[in-house]
Nanobody
Framework: QVQLVESGGGLVQTGGSLRLSCQAS????????MGWFRQAPGKEREFVAV????????YYADSVKGRFIISRHNAKDTVYLQMNSLKPEDTAVYYC?????????????????WGQGTQVTVSS
């Protein structure tokens, strides 16, 4: 059993930065991946970024590439999403997710565990 809790969301102006945190508790991971997704009102949940546990390989959605960075602090079982150069289009509820499967996937259905979400609002 794994529990994920996100934090760090808030209101920021265009061009600003935020760092989201995802604290994991319960079983630790020796394989699998941690990912970030987001969902804006009236839209489907979309992939943002993913990081594989074993080799730390990462993959980003084109919409955030070069602006967002996913990282992990193993000692505290915490995964971060550093968001820079924020745009109004980034406004959404952000969710962290985890899977024991050792796969880089952008599909939400492959993830086994989800956080409750944290709101990010970028003002124009």
């Amino acid at each position: 059993q794994v529990q994920l809790v996100e934090s760090g969301g808030g209101l920021v102006q265009t061009g600003g930065s935020l760092r989201l945190s995802c604290q994991a508790s319960g079983r630790t991971f020796t394989s699998g991946s941690m990912g970030w997704f987001r969902q804006a009102p009236g839209k489907e949940r979309e992939f943002v970024a993913v990081r594989r546990w074993t080799d730390a390989s990462t993959y980003y959605a084109d919409s955030v590439k070069g602006r967002f960075i996913i990282s992990r602090h193993n000692a505290k079982d915490t995964v971060y999403l550093q968001m820079n150069s924020l745009k109004p289009e980034d406004t959404a509820v952000y969710y962290c997710a985890a899977t024991h499967s050792n796969v880089i996937t952008t599909t939400a259905g492959f993830y086994d565990y989800w956080g409750q979400g944290t709101q990010v609002t970028v003002s124009s």
